[in-house]
């Protein structure tokens, strides 16, 4: 299991919430609320997807935070 914590002030919920609707497919996804994180598990058959999975969910949801806040 890969635990990433996504600071608030950087990851709208929304982008993380799509994000991890994105990837559910490839692995799964929990989510858990923090007052300063958003917390995201990922668990997969292999340690190399967990990775994989986890970084490109960080990385889609910091972009769309991105471009949604203009």
Same mark, same amino acid.
């Given at each position: 299991?890969?635990?990433?914590?996504?600071?608030?002030?950087? #990851?709208?919920?929304?982008?993380?919430?799509?994000?991890?609707?994105? #990837? %559910?497919? #490839?692995?799964?996804?929990e989510?858990?609320?923090?007052?300063?994180?958003?917390?995201?598990?990922?668990?997969?058959?292999?340690? %190399?997807?967990?990775?994989?999975?986890?970084?490109e969910?960080?990385?889609?949801?910091?972009?769309?935070?991105?471009?949604?806040?203009?």
């Amino acid at each position: 299991m890969r635990e990433l914590r996504l600071h608030r002030e950087l #990851y709208r919920g929304e982008a993380v919430d799509a994000a991890a609707k994105v #990837y %559910a497919p #490839y692995a799964s996804i929990e989510l858990i609320d923090d007052p300063t994180h958003w917390i995201v598990r990922v668990t997969s058959s292999t340690p %190399a997807r967990e990775v994989r999975v986890a970084r490109e969910l960080a990385n889609h949801a910091l972009g769309t935070s991105i471009r949604d806040r203009g």
